[in-house]
């Protein structure tokens, strides 16, 4: 058995996902402050931090190559992130065709494709206001699942009620 500890300062942590190789993700919290985290048999448990101005984030899930995906709460709600080492946290929103009229709020799994399971809404308002907050009932849909593949567009893939 092995403890995977908590970050420094942090007094509880809680595993969400294991790859095959034995990375394992999720997040660790102290003073009000929650950070997602990947922990290698190596490296040792390491914070992945979260997007600018958000207090939460959680990592949901990761593939063998190291990538991670999870949500972080901002100031305008949830937003689903996805975090490597090369480019750091990333919010998933920033990677999505502007045309496209989605706010994703939470990357629930990632495959060895690199393709990722995101949970999200359909915006209502047609200024593609971006930074809209989906507890606006006036600016948020119903929730949708959608799948994104690395160079294409999201496909709406499942529709929540």
Do not use: C
Not at 69 to 86: D, E, M, N, P, Y
Not at 118 to 139: C, K, N, P, V
């Amino acid at each position: 058995m092995v403890d995977l500890g908590v970050l420094p300062g942090d007094t509880s942590s809680q595993a969400r996902r294991i790859t095959d190789n034995g990375l394992v993700v999720g997040s660790s919290s102290g003073l009000g402050v929650t950070h997602a985290f990947l922990w290698s048999r190596q490296g040792g448990l390491q914070d992945i931090g979260a997007l600018p101005g958000s207090v939460y984030a959680e990592a949901l899930d990761a593939n063998s190559s190291g990538k991670v995906v999870g949500a972080s709460q901002t100031s305008l709600g949830g937003r689903a992130f996805i975090w490597s080492r090369g480019s750091g946290v990333q919010d998933l929103n920033s990677l999505v065709a502007s045309n496209l009229d989605i706010v994703l709020v939470a990357a629930v799994g990632i495959n060895e494709r690199n393709q990722i399971v995101a949970i999200g809404s359909l915006h209502h308002d047609l200024t593609r206001d971006r930074q809209m907050h989906l507890d606006d009932e006036s600016h948020a849909g119903p929730l949708h699942v959608f799948l994104l593949t690395s160079g294409s567009t999201p496909q709406d893939t499942l529709t929540s009620r």
